[in-house]
């Protein structure tokens, strides 16, 4: 990303040259410029900062990147990535220095911005700016709250701090905002964010579109701020750490004020030392400026020695191993179940108690909206589940996310299984995301549907990052009624089906909702979202196998024999699709309903499977209360939906006004049915 601008932010500093953070620099912009990509002047920038916190505060061990008790290390500003591979380089990690010079290649260890999952030691995924500081307040989250929940006097087995490198951009996208306010609320003082306050973006000095205060803002949350201080100072950064560490109350938000491509004559201070490779020439004079006389990815054996954090780490790990073995002959199924649960395994015996749910709610005959099944599906799943750990984006009373006895996690108490984000819907979804990835959590959050548009980024980063996590979005169409068309989603299911790795459900009533929660707690390595109805939706009889069927996506709701068409339909459309088969059994017209519950889950089964379901030679017909080009996938010849946006209305007035009735339903079956037969026989009639 080149730069037009030419002017120059130069931060005074200390004057002092450190050699562990010129190690990084080095490794930075040869990786850098042998990838001929890259972001060259952050990792420059941020040199100190990082030899203060990696060489004197971090706990971690290099050998064991899935140490439970370890620090978790974000780099919100994920273009800075080359620092962070040069960090778990020089510190043990296996990444060995064939990967940095690989860097942004093809299945590389190294990708432009960091991957976990792909690189030992890469915490969470990040790159869209201000979700990494989001991703650590969740983290920040799940460690109070499992210490709430696990440690015993004189056993602090869950002890251990979340550190943050962001920049500029971080804290000028929203989620800053958002999350930045619920880590004060939540008092998390493990939560330590380094600001590197340089002064420029892509588009040069940030002055003239970044004027805020960021050190009164942070206070007003109720943060601890340190600084400014010379980011360049290690000694100084170190200190302010080490202050940090102390806090009892706050997060706190170091300020560190840095020169963008620190080293570089013609470039440093300047945006063109952010996105653009330094070039042979000016990589050089960098060098010469910085007495670096070493080659391309070269450094000398002792400075390696002094950056390998493998010895401590290891002695630290052993050091907790031998307070947890303490704490384990102390309370034996406390750690035992703090082992389970940071592993993500489900207690023992979930399969039997989903098989009991689904069951239960499988004989189910009662009318209610699907989001009032789904409250009283975690009622019954919650208790066996101590993971499970919800919330709603101040919509707790419409989306139905609480559960009895769940309590309200507040900041200095202890505990809570639900928590109240506020009106933060992306803030919520990015945290969720930290929570999933620290571990010791199964996350789910509450808003409508219309508004996951505002958590879209963080939905696609869980699906990226294979996380499980889980979004509830009640009030699903026009069914929600005298809102009217700011709230009534109409595109939003059809464009969340099209994330990939994201299940997607539409359960059309309480049966249906039970599987989709089990469906979506078994699943460890995606997230899912939930769509449900505000409105009472008729419980739909079902025998045992068509229960278990659920789990596949889609299944034969109501079969007739020598069926002459098939009806998909999801969620309330179900019930209507239902209406119309007896409308035109009444007719002689005997047509096969389909429900799909999941058509991303449905999609993954075996093509004989699906075959079986749609059928072969019969027309096809989707109904659901949204947009309906989607239905071409299947087949569908025609569909019924809602290709225009909703109206203020009762909702049985709009299913009436926008045609989504069984009679329209009935009558474009019949459409089609008549189209595919022989002109004489139509004539015969």
């Not at 070039?279 to 390998?308: K, N, S, Y």
């Not at 808003?447 to 869980?462: E, V, W």
């Amino acid at each position: 990303m080149s730069s037009q601008s030419t002017e120059r932010v130069l931060r005074p500093d200390n004057g002092q040259r450190h050699e562990m953070a010129h190690a990084l620099r080095a490794l930075a912009i040869d990786a850098v410029q042998r990838a001929n990509s890259g972001h060259p002047g952050a990792p420059m920038g941020m040199a100190e900062m990082a030899v203060a916190l990696w060489g004197g505060h971090l706990r971690h061990n290099p050998a064991n990147p899935s140490w439970f008790e370890r620090d978790r290390f974000v780099l919100s500003n994920g273009h800075a990535s080359m620092l962070l591979y040069a960090l778990l380089h020089l510190s043990g990690y296996d990444l060995p220095i064939e990967e940095l010079k690989r860097f942004r290649q093809l299945h590389s260890k190294t990708p432009g911005h960091p991957e976990v999952g792909l690189t030992p030691g890469v915490e969470t995924t990040t790159g869209p700016l201000g979700q990494g500081l989001a991703n650590a307040v969740g983290f920040a989250l799940a460690e109070k709250l499992l210490a709430d929940e696990f440690n015993r006097p004189g056993h602090a087995v869950v002890d251990h701090h979340s550190y943050v490198f962001l920049g500029d951009g971080c804290l000028m996208e929203g989620i800053s905002h958002e999350v930045a306010s619920l880590a004060g609320a939540w008092k998390l003082n493990k939560l330590i964010v380094l600001y590197d306050d340089n002064g420029i973006s892509i588009d040069g000095p940030v002055a003239g579109w970044f004027a805020d205060d960021s050190g009164a803002r942070f206070r007003a949350y109720g943060w601890q701020v340190i600084g400014p201080l010379d980011g360049h100072d290690v000694v100084a950064v170190g200190k302010a750490i080490a202050t940090a560490k102390r806090s009892t109350d706050q997060p706190t938000l170091i300020v560190c004020r840095t020169t963008i491509g620190k080293g570089s004559p013609g470039r440093e201070g300047t945006a063109r030392a952010h996105g653009e490779p330094l070039g042979a020439d000016e990589i050089q004079r960098t060098r010469d400026a910085l007495g670096w006389h070493h080659g391309p990815f070269e450094l000398p054996v002792a400075l390696r020695t002094r950056w390998c954090a493998r010895p401590l780490g290891a002695a630290r790990e052993a050091e907790w191993a031998k307070r947890f073995a303490a704490y384990r002959a102390m309370y034996p199924e406390l750690a035992a179940a703090y082992e389970q649960r940071m592993t993500g395994e489900l207690p023992h015996d979930f399969e039997e108690t989903a098989l009991a749910a689904m069951a239960e709610f499988g004989q189910h005959r009662e009318t209610m909206a699907t989001r009032k099944a789904s409250q009283k599906v975690l009622a019954a799943l919650a208790p066996k589940l101590p993971a499970l750990l919800g919330g709603s984006a101040d919509l707790t009373g419409s989306n139905l996310t609480d559960f009895p006895g769940c309590g309200a996690v507040r900041g200095g108490q202890a505990g809570g299984r639900h928590i109240n984000y506020g009106v933060r819907e992306f803030g919520m979804a990015a945290i969720m995301n930290g929570l999933a990835l620290h571990g010791g959590f199964i996350p789910y959050g509450g808003t409508f549907l219309t508004f996951s548009d505002y958590s879209r980024n963080a939905i696609r980063m869980a699906a990226l990052m294979k996380q499980r996590v889980i979004h509830v979005f009640t009030h699903d169409s026009i069914g929600l009624g005298e809102d009217g068309p700011t709230h009534q989603s109409v595109e939003h299911a059809a464009s969340l089906r099209l994330i990939p790795n994201l299940e997607v459900w539409r359960p059309c009533d309480a049966a249906e909702t039970a599987v989709a929660w089990v469906q979506a707690l078994g699943a460890a390595d995606r997230p899912s979202a939930l769509l449900l109805s505000r409105q009472n939706l008729p419980a739909q009889q079902r025998d045992p196998q068509q229960v278990l069927d659920i789990q596949r996506g889609g299944y034969v709701l109501s079969e007739r024999d020598n069926a002459q068409a098939v009806i998909l339909a999801t969620g309330s459309e179900v019930s209507l699709a239902m209406a119309a088969q007896a409308a035109l059994d009444m007719r002689g017209l005997p047509v096969r309903v389909v429900s799909l519950p999941s058509s991303t889950l449905f999609d993954q089964q075996d093509k004989a499977y699906r075959d079986k379901v749609l059928g072969a030679d019969l027309p096809r017909i989707g109904v659901e209360a949204g947009v309906t080009r989607w239905w071409g996938q299947y087949g569908c010849q025609a569909a019924l939906g809602v290709d225009g946006y909703g109206e203020s209305a009762p909702a049985a007035d709009l299913f009436e006004h926008f045609g989504l009735t069984a009679q329209r339903l009935a009558a474009l079956v019949q459409d089609c049915c008549d189209q595919r037969q022989p002109t004489a026989a139509r004539a015969g009639r």
